[in-house]
């Protein structure tokens, strides 16, 4: 990766969660818990979601560039919404993690050599991963959910 796509993706990656909340801003309140379908997630789970897995790639990107060959440890998201209980957790402070641990993040980003975005180590689900790979899931982790934000949105609005 040449060093201005990966600046393309760390501009993406900081512009994440300002799409996130304007997707979640589209949804009034009263329906930010409905769920489109059974096992589907609501908008409020999105986010709570969204603040669980950004908190976990704040410390991958970290453990990739700071340790020898660190494992990095997947986990089953499913099960993190239902056994954590996503609807109980208020969404405001996860948008505010989603927020702060970009923020935090982007400058890190920016400052990495060339010998640290090659560093790599192992996901315990995918294998080889390196902060190469980690920027290009990253980056586009939180478009992602806006869209899926949007698509719960639309359902919403069609089930009246």
């Known amino acids: ?5 990966r600046e393309a993706l760390i501009a993406r ?31 409020h789970e999105v986010a709570v979601h969204c603040a669980d897995s950004e908190a976990n790639a704040h410390m991958r990107i970290r453990f990739l560039v700071g340790e020898h060959q660190p494992v ?43 010998a640290q975005w090659a560093r790599v180590g192992t996901h315990s689900e995918m294998g080889t991963y390196g902060a190469e790979s980690w920027l290009g899931i990253y980056a586009e982790h939180l478009e992602v959910h806006a869209r899926q934000v949007r698509r719960v949105i639309a359902a919403w609005r069609e089930r009246k």
């Open 1 to 5: 990766m040449t060093p201005s796509e």
């Open 13 to 43: 990656y900081e512009s994440g969660p300002d799409l996130l909340e304007a997707a979640i801003a589209e949804m009034p309140v009263e329906g930010r818990q409905w769920r489109p379908a059974p096992g589907s997630w609501s908008v």
């Open 72 to 114: 990095i440890m997947g986990y089953d998201q499913a099960r993190w919404a239902s056994e954590l209980d996503y609807h109980a957790h208020p969404m405001a402070p996860a948008l505010l993690t989603v927020r702060a641990v970009r923020a935090n993040t982007v400058p890190l980003l920016r400052r990495l050599t060339e």
